[in-house]
């Protein structure tokens, strides 16, 4: 999946291939017939399907295991919840940074599904197996260390499981339908429906099938299930991986943030162009294989100046990310400080309390 296949000029058929710098599972150009839309979406779904109905299936009766089985006081399985609660809302962030800087969506899918299942394997084998078991005897009101320690690790190992899953597989299925292809943009609205389908069916089969057997058959029959739900889900996974349309990794995102900070702090003293459209250096259209051009803005003027195009440049240091930086990359820049809170506070306070702002339209931009 690292090379995409060169095709010859008189070869370009946008109805048969897939131009969106994607490739298919042999690092090719995709051909449309045979890979993405819904041939590889609903196998995508499957599996959000099942990590759902796990994820809330354990979720859901984690404080009852804890004080039933273990025997904790409210107080500290509360505790504990929580821990593991925070543990597995912050693991996207490092999830997704995998996906997008080095592994890839299809990849990060697939450690995460494997980790999430060798949590289900060692939570069943904690009920089952006779030196893990919480005890020996019928009425135990305290459980083995081992079982305690073999508890928690698959837990966090479903944790882990979820990091990589959250950030990724729902692009990944987005990334199986062409925003350039008018159907697919169509097909691709109602991916999300059923997508959506997938995971309030997995989430409502959780907390109800699942509970129930947790509560009225057995813990280790509840877990026998979900890990078979999760294998199943897995083997569907790899299965329909002919189909997939990938998207290469793009290296770390923090690399570009700081070629932007570079180039702009080295043209600080650069007086700002009179004609920004054409003394702001962008690639040509022509050449762009990842990814969608950004008109420049006026917001955050400072970092434009890593754009601007010297005239002693040569070829060699316009190539150069650290010392010129395209538009987009500045753009990028910008839409990513947007979203501190801060700023977002401070650019609105600064609308609201200038004097050119008293007027209907000032405070209704203020208001926006």
């Known amino acids: 999946m690292e090379k995409r296949m060169e095709v010859e000029p008189g070869e370009v058929d946008e109805t048969k291939w897939v131009y969106d710098s994607s490739v298919d599972h042999k690092g090719r150009i995709p051909l449309r017939a045979s890979t993405g839309s819904w041939k590889a979406s609903f196998f995508i ?21 804890l004080t039933r089985v273990m025997h904790q006081d409210l107080k500290t399985a509360a505790k504990n919840v929580n821990y593991w609660s925070g543990v597995t809302t912050l693991m996207p962030l490092f999830g997704g940074f995998l996906a997008d800087a080095y592994l890839g969506r299809y990849k990060t899918v697939l450690a995460s599904t494997i980790f999430y299942l060798m949590g289900l394997v060692l939570l069943t ?66 991916f999300f429906n059923w997508w959506s389908i997938g995971l309030c069916s997995g989430l409502i089969l959780g907390v109800t099938v699942i509970v129930y057997v947790q509560d009225n058959v057995s813990w280790g029959v509840a877990d026998i299930i979900l890990t078979a739900v999760m294998a199943f889900s897995l083997l569907i996974f790899i299965i329909g991986r002919p189909f997939y349309r990938y998207r290469s990794p793009l290296g770390s995102p923090l690399t570009p943030m700081l070629q932007v900070l570079v180039a702009a702090i080295s043209k600080r003293k650069l007086p700002y162009p009179s004609n920004p459209a054409a003394q702001l250096y962008e690639v040509p259209k022509s050449q762009i294989t990842n990814g969608r051009l950004l008109y420049h803005t006026d917001k955050l003027k400072f970092l434009n100046k890593a754009a601007i195009l010297v005239g002693d440049e040569n070829l060699a ?52």
């Not at 779904?45 to 295991?65: H, P």
């Not at 260390?145 to 899953?165: D, Q």
């Open 45 to 65: 779904i499957a599996i959000e399907f099942s990590e759902r109905m796990n994820y809330f299936g354990i979720a859901t009766s984690l404080v009852l295991y």
């Open 125 to 190: 084998l904690s009920w089952f197996l006779p030196k893990l078991k919480p005890c020996d005897t019928s009425i135990c009101t305290e459980p083995r260390k081992a079982h305690e320690l073999a508890y928690f690790l698959a837990i966090y190992l479903i944790s882990i499981g979820t990091g990589g899953h959250k950030p990724s597989l729902q692009s990944f299925g987005a990334d199986q339908f062409d925003d350039d292809h008018s159907e697919e943009r169509r097909q691709k609205m109602s």
């Open 317 to 368: 240091e316009k190539e150069n990310p650290w010392k010129v930086a395209t538009v987009t990359k500045v753009e990028e820049m910008k839409l990513i400080i947007n979203m501190i809170p801060i700023w977002n506070v401070e650019r609105r306070s600064g609308v609201a309390d200038s004097p050119e702002d008293t007027s209907d339209d000032g405070r209704a931009k203020a208001m926006v």
